[in-house]
């Protein structure tokens, strides 16, 4: 379902005549961080509770490209007590990232959301690395003593994905599913207008597009 909803808006942006790159990537060279950079990545390690040695993303994948622009679609899997601690660290206050305090609110408000859907075995336990770096994850839906491993994985890369875009010289945008637009004379989330087929939807959601690959 989240490529179909990417796919709809890529071919939002198509149909006005702006150039797209999708599922634009970049490798990682463990060289880009210098001491500083490793250090930032080491503290959002330890604040999720990592206990053996940095793992370190060997490219990163945007749902689209933009100009300059890195775009990110976000569901509920992205807002949890985990991605605010990652929010909190040093990072987020060395690089000025637009969406940062609706991120914080979000993490803060709907992380039952997150609940409903980030259960399944792939998303509450992840993959065996999030084992091996954050431990044993408890019961599916227990959010005490270690919680989820995978939940932490998770927000671990997405902020590995926030500095390495930064520091690989891309602006960013993450968009969440719970943004609203006004659109229509009322204010509507993007999860409410992905899909529809109307013609002024999309081009509402277009211009949206390109104001924030401008900004």
Known sequence: MHNI????????LLDQDIEVY??????VSPSILDDKGKALIKEVYNELGGNNGLIILPKVRADFKVGNTL????????????????LKTE?????????KDAYLR??????????????????????PVAKTHFGKSEDPGDLTGNGSSG?????????????????????????????????????KSVEQLILSPDPQV?????KWLQR???L
């Open 71 to 86: 775009f990110f679609y976000d569901n509920e899997n992205h807002f949890n007590r985990y991605r605010l601690k990652t």
């Open 106 to 127: 979000l993490c803060r408000t709907y992380e039952k959301d997150c609940l409903q859907s980030g259960m399944q075995d792939r998303i509450w336990n992840g993959p």
């Open 151 to 187: 939940w932490k994985l998770n927000a671990y890369n997405d902020a590995q994905i926030d500095l390495f875009s930064r520091l690989y010289g891309y602006r960013l945008v993450r968009i969440a599913k719970y943004e609203n637009i006004m659109l229509g004379g009322g204010l």
């Open 22 to 27: 999708p599922q634009f990537d970049f490798h």
């Open 5 to 12: 909803k990417i796919n709809y808006l890529i071919q939002t």
């Open 202 to 206: 999309k081009l509402g959601l277009a």
């Open 91 to 99: 990072l987020y206050d060395l690089f000025a990232f637009g969406w």
């Open 212 to 214: 924030k690959a401008e």
